[in-house]
């Protein structure tokens, strides 16, 4: 079934329980092995880098103690690049660390260090996508796992059924020791019209459960992190100096006999985006909007062809400093055994400043494949 | 029951044997999130910074092979702050990595990386302590983990029993990849004249068992660290030469029908403090003698009282560099599940130099909300 | 049974399997503690320094995914020296993540991080050695672990049995994220006129099994790496430009009744070696060729005796920069369960630029003893 982020699972891998069913513990893991470059122009097919590593390795323990009400969840990663090294000097292995406490079958908080309420395609656990990357929407706009306290509420309308989730938490991501009195406020509403997907489709990229009847979810939130020293709040290379950030998202998913339509819309406002130290060196914090959009039928035989459209542009503020990016990306997934076990091919067309020549210096093309295998 | 990190556990938790019974895994995690804060002064209740995070996730196993003879233990910490990043510039994953021979029930030697036979507070399992956080005493002065040899015998005189424990290891603690010809030399005597604790409670905080019968542990121990290079001996940050090492322990358990009172003295010598570069930058070994005073009693609903008081001073040669502290703390602490799955609450005052005015500038407030859960 | 780093295996560890057997997964782990030592010289008899510490502690994990054909091998490390962290600033977790598919039973590609098809001793698991370290020559000159595909082909002529192994691989190492592209290309043949060893014995030190008949493998490399970034290829620190690699290697293991002789010589030629950057400092590869030879018997009660005699001399362009080294050494090991459980003693005697006599102040001796513990 789906793996869902923000949420202690039961799979179907590995598990134990005790025989009073007071404890249970639930082990997965997770390989991702790829092999993709980019060309050195749009009109040069010369290779310009090489992308081809174990793109994430993890392990996942889901499970309760003492009874259902009190539930856990862990992840950790073991891949270079799947422990923001290079941002922050800091190998950052653990990923989720996080207790829940379910009050009610309706309602439950979680206390420890897993995703925001945030934009869908970051929420959508990375076994569930339909690309082999996100977006650079959600790459430079997304406010990923902070550590905090927060809050899931679900309940019906008539069919529909609505969620809202809140969060406050520390801001810095999850790579610090200890932070600032600044903490980051995180608020999203859920409606889907149609009532529930299944299996959880609505955190799960491509219609791999072929609904029978048309299924919706629309959403919006709003993050404000304060006085965070990250380019990308949760996320990035140190600031200079604090900022505040202001993060509108607002996505919807939608899906029907295979098909399915996701898109989500990101803006970010910083107070002042810009920081330099003492020598004039600048690190400044993202800011702009982005538009992502993803179209995919799977066929009969789990093949399944998928089509993306992403758009982001910087501030004005940030123009000369970000170009404004569009890509253009094709997708095909070979589904072994759902998301679990599939092989995905993704060639790109990347532009700069809206400029669509294939002489433009700024533009070129990519290519992916990725395995991904997991229990 | 009670783990011990001086010996391989056999777990309630995850245990596979097999069916030959030469062979025993018995695995655990444990997760510590906490969110808590200490003010800008004892009297500017503002948040000077917050400590929100996931303090430990470790993975342990425990087991033997061949037979019960040959037990092994390790633990790995995947946290940031459970690595000694920031003081070694690298991740220590592996806490423990230690192979168990026992010669005979009273007698059996270790080798490889475990903690030293130091102070109780740090013997202690982070998962059976009645603070959040250990004392600032151990902070400080703790001999804490080493790669070496180690043996451990234990007798009964009458009704008495007593402990006999030394180690010869590296003395550069659990960061280094080769070490220079001076190793550490530990020692350590326990004599507990009522008996054994029921479930190894003298290496537990909070007499959770609620012995029927009085019990006290004492003890005493010494270790001589030879060219250590750190600050603190096996542990902080790198010195600029070899210093020479002697620390004293004194600690003492009591525990009788849900109460418990523990008490640690520890005094350090240092042969040459402070090191300097050729730039003159100084790097200093702490030098100084602390004492630390735990006192709680717990309700029959599981709910501990705990109050702490600690004293630490430095060296008279430290006294620019380093101020006296003291601490006056307040455990609240709610067992779910013995120390496994515990709620914990703390409530500190810290003062410095002895000036108890809330006016003085040394001085702050502290919380700290925890909870622990693991298996 | 023999651990081998080329293929997923089947353990008698810990073992999991669905019922419908579409999903099998084994876990494993492995440590190392060791204590040795190196002297100040041939003649002072001081130490110099201590190598004390967990040299290995990993985890392991091996199955299949969608029945058999479908394999994969999972190997994580976690103490700092089985890291690289000194020689790339990153904690590199991930050893083995591959996935396998198994296209007949003579015919596998891998798609992942493994080791490649390089000289004998490296691809021998660390599990496997009858020495507590490989030797100087597979140090200076192995081609170690890549990411990239890697196709194992195997059959037989009359009794004899080959196998052609190859890969095309990113030349960079296990610790890089993106990699330019000059890639690494690498084959390999073996021959095995007598037939196939006992349980895989050809990639593991040490006659164990006892071979009833006298058994041989003969095999020859080649591997181009261009453009490689690292003093040592997939190894190493950096080097200021990229170069180009050759290496050749060739090796041969004998095994009969207790006895087994394993010899391996490799020649690295590098286009050109010595690279500077703006301040004129230098970084080089590693060129020129080794010769290791272990002879080795085993007893009755499981002891082994073992003699090593290495060889490794740098090309002419690093005469100046590197000494000719040779290294005597005798190895005693005490095999409990295999290679799973063992103790070694090791004693060398290391000469430096072929002056053997006590006073040449290149020469010292070494003593190492280590305990490996594994399931």
Redesign the interface.
Known sequence: QTEVDERSMQFKG?K?ASKDSL?F?NFR?R?Q?R?GFVTEDADDL?????????RR?RLR?DGY??GEK?A?S?Q?S????DQD??NTG?????RD???FYHFTDNFYVA???NKLPGNRQRVNSSGQLQFADRSIVNGALTIDRD???KAYYTNTLGNAVYQLKGAI??GEGR???????G?AYTGRVEFLPFGSFTNDGDYSEGDLEREQKPKLSLAGGYSYNKATTNTGGQLGEDLFAPVDMKTFMFDAIFKYNGWAYAAEFIKRDVNNPLTYDSDGTLSYAYEGYGLNNQFSYIFKNNVETAFRYSYLTPSKRLANLEDTREVYELGLTKY??GHK?KAQLNMSYNVGNQNYSLNHDKNYWGAMFQ?E?G?
Do not use: C, H, P
Not at 46 to 51: A, L, N
Not at 90 to 94: E, G, L, M, P
């Open positions: 590995l134990f404890f513990i893991f390989m092995n092999m010369g290779i310009r880098e090489w992308d081809a590593r174990v390795l323990g103690i003492l009190l856990y862990v950790l073991f891949s270079r690049g090294t290079d800091v190998a950052n292995i653990v660390a996080v207790i206390f420890g260090q550590f905090g306290l938490s520390t790579s610090v020791n200890t932070t600032d009195k903490l072994l055994k076990v395995i295998l229990i």
